[in-house]
């Protein structure tokens, strides 16, 4: 079977087709919406990011409550669960700009920060999500803050320059960041593995607009989307990082999965389909891309420290030495504060993106999750 590696899905074989249609059905009918969650908040942390230029700096990461993410289909994304997905009127306008409100008053002992990551759990330039003058509003109240730059998160379809321009102009001298989670840059492992509605064209003219506006896009890869192999999933992020080199991408977030309930990544875990990635699989990925740039890890995805998951773990008498190395090299960038090795570490064959191996396979392993029902 051909690759389609970058090209959108739309003359893809029937036997992806098929695929893609069963896991997108999965992945709806397994969401859930729940009780109606308070309008506060739900996340707060404080850490130290590197940027792009290399400067370490504070970063005060907030998610607030909204409606939950309008295009709600990723096989391993928990978090619109969390948010108060599929409930109408749950984040009224004033709601959600009393939340920005209570998020930039600066408190007594409050560490200090000039990052703020502001989220939604979705895409916050999606209209069902944020209406647009309250977008425009709460870049107003950014900017009247002292944060020196802002990271939202959206998908690309969203990203347009009518939408951007005058988010941008109520910046003022704030620099505006947006996370983008491609996932991969392979069209079978994207589009229809993880099923996020990202096609190369929507991501690449979305970079486009982004440049022309001076925004700095960062962009998350996952390690080990479900369906795939360890080895497979070393290759794919190698090769993803490659294209968005290419392109001359440099803000890059390397985003192992993690487990949670009501979604695809679950079923096939409880099934006995699939686990996380190994954590020196998430080494070794980081190991293979450090020359080409120094990429960051997700270590909120290996703490657990937001709600319940299955995380990325390795043998008890290593794991948080190789979290904590991570951790210290998301911050440093350099390769000497990875992890050494552990008698533990399993051996590693990188595989290539083999297709037709990688279709069957998953085809199979939804047939489990079929014979027990789900």
């Not at 619109?80 to 939340?99: C, K």
């Not at 941008?168 to 947006?178: F, M, N, P, S, Y």
């Not at 000497?336 to 392993?365: M, W």
């Amino acid at each position: 079977m051909p690759e389609h590696t970058l090209d959108n899905l739309d003359n893809a074989p029937a036997p992806v087709k098929d695929l893609r249609k069963r896991i997108g059905d999965l992945s709806l009918r397994l969401r859930t919406s729940g009780p109606l969650k308070p309008a506060e908040p739900r996340f707060t942390d404080f850490d130290k990011i590197r940027l792009p230029g290399g400067e370490l700096v504070g970063r005060k990461k907030v998610i607030i409550m909204s409606g939950g993410c309008s295009v709600p289909t990723c096989t391993m994304c928990p978090f619109t669960n969390f948010n108060n997905f599929g409930i109408d009127g749950a984040a009224s306008s004033e709601s959600l700009l009393d939340q920005v409100r209570r998020t930039l008053t600066r408190t007594e002992g409050e560490p200090a920060y000039e990052v703020l990551s502001l989220y939604n759990d979705g895409s916050f330039f999606a209209p069902r999500e944020i209406p647009r003058d309250v977008q425009v509003e709460i870049a107003r109240l950014v900017a009247a803050a002292g944060v020196k730059r802002l990271v939202v998160e959206s998908l690309p379809q969203f990203v347009t320059a009518p939408v951007l321009r005058p988010f941008v102009q109520a910046l003022g001298e704030v620099r505006l960041e947006i996370g983008i989670g491609l996932q991969s840059a392979d069209v079978l492992v994207r589009e229809t593995l993880v099923n996020t509605r990202i096609s190369q064209k929507s991501f690449e003219r979305a970079l486009s607009v982004m440049a022309g506006l001076g925004v700095d896009p960062k962009i998350y890869l996952l390690i080990k989307p479900p369906f795939l192999s360890e080895g497979e999933a070393v290759t794919d992020v190698v090769k993803s990082v490659d294209y968005l080199t290419g392109l001359g991408v440099q803000g890059m977030t390397l985003c192992p999965t993690r487990v949670s309930r009501h979604t695809v990544a679950w079923e096939l875990w409880q099934a006995g389909q699939y686990t996380p990635p190994n954590l020196w699989t998430v080494v070794e990925t980081v190991r293979r891309v450090h020359e080409r740039l120094a990429v960051r890890v997700a270590c909120v995805n290996l703490r657990g420290s937001d709600f319940e998951s299955v995380f990325p773990d390795a043998c008890p008498n290593c794991a948080d030495g190789v979290v904590d190395a991570l951790m210290r090299f998301g911050e440093s960038g350099e390769a000497a504060d990875l992890p050494a090795d552990c008698s533990c570490r399993p051996p590693l064959k990188v595989a290539p993106l083999d297709h037709a191996a990688i279709i069957a396979r998953a085809a199979q392993q939804l047939n489990v999750l079929e014979r027990a029902g789900v």
